[in-house]
């Protein structure tokens, strides 16, 4: 038993054949588009729409009332947002300037074994994004203790704020400019759009493995 299992195994060995590296010096270069602002902004808007994100472009100062439109059409009664971060501060002031017009704001501050409850049953969820993708339609998040990853995957609405200044053209350009390489990064998502699944009938469903709604606020 032994000796066939040596047999095979130094069989196995004997047939690895190493791959050598080219030793060209001929690397292929890496070409970054070179979009003008609004010509990226379109291209992530077309990317995103085609798989069903909704954007809403409007400036800083025009968020609050995009904000509660969007709030009043999808029926959003109470939104989980990171506390300590810029847009979770704006989100405080909004609703203390108009607490009838805001959903009710729960911090995320839990860990996910206290909070799982109100997790899976609250209407939606904010995050802010670091950046975006032109090229392939994708928006940028960096989770943290603030706005940890499940803020963006569980709610079954997501809602995504996002500043056109931060688009970028290409990943690689996002790599090279958020300097990831030094470290990298130990968790970033990329997200396109809302969940979506297909059956073996190729019978697509959103929302079954994260977000039914994928909605951006593009500040301009």
Known sequence: MNTSRSQILNALRKSRTGIPFSESQDLPKILVPEWNLEEKIERLKNRM?????????CTEKGFGKIFREVIKQKKITNLLYGKKT???NKLEAMRQRGPKTMPELIPYQQKIEECKETLF??????????????E??????KPDEQEPRLLSLV???HLAV??????????????????????????VLLISGPSKTADIEQTLVYGIHGPKQLILFLIR
């Open 49 to 57: 729409e085609a798989v069903h994100t909704e954007i809403h472009e």
């Open 86 to 88: 810029n847009w979770g």
């Open 121 to 134: 049953s609250v209407d939606a969820g904010l995050t802010q994004t670091i950046g975006a993708i032109a």
């Open 136 to 141: 392939t339609g994708s928006l940028i998040l």
């Open 155 to 157: 709610p079954p609405i």
């Open 162 to 187: 996002l500043d056109s200044k931060r688009i970028y053209s290409t990943f690689s350009e996002a790599i090279l400019e958020e300097g990831w390489s030094r470290p990298m990064p130990t968790n």
